[in-house]
């Protein structure tokens, strides 16, 4: 079974550039998550989706940041304009079944992250 | 609220000696918590799972915590250390809010093995 896949890998922007991420979940995992991981902390939730649809953002700085999951499979995250405090490394991870449920089943899996530097 | 504490940002261990990394939770019901593992510049992996089944959980690589609820941890062991052990590492607790699951992270243990 093929893992949750993200590129790229590692970018590096000035401030006020723009930046994309992408990712693919695991096949038929209906909940994806993007995190941000700042050097020396633990993951922090950015957005949640169920499908195609936004189940939490409410830590998502919506001022920069937008998220979408357009067909309910992969995903993109932006940051436009980044700032110098953006630099960390963005992780996706996805579950097999949202809202409730079994909690076997709402393991999240996660794909090695984008290292963003912003200068 | 639920929370989880790390007690250690950092642990070194020697290798072949015993590990245990330390974790705390609070929780205002019964919790699920979780063991991963970060290895440099790699994704998270999942190293074992509690989730209200037997309270002694076995994971991979040899790595087992124990779910204590009279003293709120779930703490991390494994018997012997080996090189390849050296990540940091997370406990979670994962908490239902709203109808969804949602992971909470603690800050994370960085093991260190010394050959």
């Known amino acids: 079974e093929a893992g949750v896949a993200q590129s790229p890998r590692y970018k590096i922007i000035e401030k006020r550039q723009s930046v994309a991420f992408w990712c693919n979940p695991i096949s038929g995992h209906a909940t994806l998550y993007w995190y941000q991981q700042i050097l020396g902390q633990g993951p922090k939730l950015l957005i949640q989706?169920?499908?195609?649809?936004?189940?939490?953002d409410s830590q998502l700085p919506k001022d920069r940041f937008s998220a979408e999951r357009l067909k309910g499979v992969d995903s993109t995250l932006k940051i436009q304009p980044a700032k110098l405090e953006d630099s960390a490394v963005y992780l996706c991870a996805s579950s097999l079944q949202p809202l409730g449920g079994l909690i076997a089943k709402n393991i999240q899996y996660f794909g090695a992250g984008t290292r963003l530097s912003v200068l | 609220a639920q929370s989880v504490t790390q007690l250690d940002s950092h642990v070194s261990v020697s290798e072949g000696t015993p590990v245990l990394l330390r974790c705390n939770y609070s929780?205002?019901?019964?919790?699920?918590l979780f063991w991963y593992v970060q290895h440099p510049n790699k994704g998270l992996q999942l190293l074992l799972k509690y989730t209200s089944a037997a309270t002694l959980v076995k994971g991979i690589n040899g790595f087992e915590a124990e779910f204590k609820k009279s003293e709120t941890s779930f703490h991390l062991t494994k018997p012997s250390a080996h090189m390849s052990d050296a990540a940091e590492y997370f406990c979670?607790?994962?908490?239902?809010?709203?109808?969804?699951?949602?992971?909470?992270f603690g800050t994370g243990t960085r093991l260190k093995v010394l050959a």
């Open positions: 989706f169920q499908n195609n649809g936004v189940v939490d």
């Open positions: 929780s205002s019901y019964s919790p699920s």
């Open positions: 979670v607790v994962s908490a239902l809010t709203s109808g969804t699951y949602k992971y909470i």
